[in-house]
């Protein structure tokens, strides 16, 4: 499975940006998705997961509300729409895929992962 997160950038307080990691190499039928960040001096950190084909994500407590994960069965892409962004979102953004569908935020329960995008958030 390979896999490659891209829209990342520069934007300001209170912008919104999409990220999307494009997904290949293998069937995603019940894998889980996750999306991932890493700021500087810091571990990495779940932002939110999906279940490919079924729906129902979930998310970390800072970015519920704010961000929506999605999925495109016909891209083979899952999405990550980010809105009221904050100078403390500012990080890589990272997504991966494992091969079991149960709700995880652990980065050690995921088998694959892209290289991430750069989000920037100026104040």
């Known amino acids: 499975v390979q896999l490659q997160a891209s829209g990342g950038g520069l934007i300001q307080a209170g912008g919104s940006l999409r990220l999307s990691c494009a997904i290949a190499g293998h069937s995603l039928r019940g894998y889980g998705l996750g999306w991932f960040r890493q700021a500087p001096g810091k571990l990495r950190e779940f932002v939110g997961g999906i279940t490919w084909g079924e729906g129902n994500p979930y998310y970390a407590a800072f970015a519920e509300g704010r961000f929506t994960i999605s999925n495109d069965n016909d891209k083979d892409t899952v999405y990550l729409q980010m809105t009221s962004l904050k100078p403390e979102d500012t990080a890589v953004y990272y997504c991966?895929?494992?091969?079991?569908?149960?709700?995880?935020?652990?980065?050690?329960?995921?088998?694959?992962w892209g290289p991430g995008t750069q989000v920037t958030v100026s104040s």
């Open positions: 991966a895929a494992r091969i079991w569908s149960y709700r995880t935020s652990a980065p050690s329960e995921y088998d694959y």
